[in-house]
C-alpha cells in the first residue's frame, strides 16, 4: 500500500470546521482514499472515501487535489464527540485488508 | 442500524492458556477479519477470512492463531498457546463485498489481558 503522512495531532475549537490534511504523493491510479477514525476505547469506524472527485455524506467532505497527491477532510462543524484519531488510508484492488497508520489525533477545545 | 458485536469485552488469562474470541459479524457480510491493537500503537491487520478460508494473513498470523467460522453467524479468533505479547485489543469487521470501495464495520473489541 501507497503511503501517507498526517500531522501526528491538530486542535480545533467546538462548532468551527476542521481540515485534516493527508499526502500522499506516491498515489497511483487505482488507488482509493478512505477515511477511518477511532473514537476512544471503541473500534475504528468508517467516515468516507473517494477516487478522483470530492465527495460529502453525512459525516464529512472529503476534498481530493487535482493531482491526487493529498485530501483533506472537513469538519464542517466540530463536536466533542469528534475528538478521535483521524486515519487516511490508500486502498487498491489487490487488498481487501485495512493498513493504518499512526493518523492525527483531533483534539475539540469546548 | 446492523453492527458488529464481540465478546467478551475483556477476557483475563495466563499465559500458555488458550483463548477464543468471538465476533457476530453483520449479517449478510461475506468477508471477515481480524485486527489488532496493542496499547498505545496503530491496528494491525491479522488475517482476513471470505468463503470459509483465509484469504489472507500477516507475518503476526502464525501458527498459534486459528480462524473459524463455525455456523452462518459467529467467526472465532483462538489464540493456542498464550503469550505476553498478546496482550492487546483485539477488533473483528466485516463487509459485504471486499475490494477497494467496501466498508469494513468493525466491532468494539476485545481486550485481551495475558498474565
Known amino acids: 500500500d501507497a503511503k501517507t503522512t498526517q500531522p501526528n495531532s491538530m486542535e480545533s475549537n467546538e462548532e468551527e470546521p476542521v481540515h485534516l490534511p493527508c499526502n500522499h504523493s506516491?498515489?497511483?491510479?487505482?488507488?482509493?482514499i478512505h477515511w477511518y477514525r477511532q473514537l476512544p476505547s471503541q473500534g475504528p469506524e468508517y467516515v468516507i472515501h473517494?477516487?478522483?472527485s470530492n465527495v460529502n455524506n453525512r459525516m464529512a467532505s472529503l476534498a481530493i487535489a487535482e493531482d491526487r497527491k493529498s485530501s483533506t477532510l472537513i469538519l464542517h462543524r466540530a463536536t466533542l464527540r469528534d475528538a478521535a484519531v483521524y486515519y487516511c488510508?490508500?486502498?487498491?484492488?489487490?487488498?481487501?485488508?485495512?493498513?493504518f497508520g499512526k493518523g492525527t489525533r483531533l483534539h475539540i477545545l469546548p | 442500524e446492523p453492527e458488529v458485536t464481540q465478546t467478551p469485552s475483556h477476557q483475563v488469562t495466563q499465559m500458555g492458556q488458550e483463548v477464543i474470541l468471538r465476533c457476530v459479524p453483520i449479517s449478510n457480510h461475506l468477508y471477515f477479519y481480524w485486527y489488532r491493537q496493542i496499547l498505545g500503537q496503530k491496528v494491525e491487520f491479522l488475517v482476513s477470512?471470505?468463503?470459509?478460508?483465509?484469504?489472507?494473513k500477516s507475518e503476526i498470523f502464525d501458527d498459534q492463531f486459528s480462524v473459524e467460522r463455525p455456523d452462518g453467524s459467529n467467526f472465532t479468533l483462538k489464540i493456542r498457546s498464550t503469550k505476553l505479547e498478546d496482550s492487546a485489543m483485539y477488533f473483528c469487521a466485516s463487509s459485504q463485498t471486499g475490494g477497494p470501495t467496501d466498508t469494513q464495520y468493525f466491532g468494539p473489541g476485545t481486550r485481551l489481558t495475558v498474565l
Open positions: 488510508i490508500l486502498r487498491d484492488g489487490v487488498d481487501d485488508k485495512i493498513i
Open positions: 477470512f471470505y468463503n470459509n478460508e483465509i484469504s489472507e
Open positions: 473517494g477516487l478522483t
Open positions: 506516491t498515489i497511483s491510479g487505482t488507488d482509493y
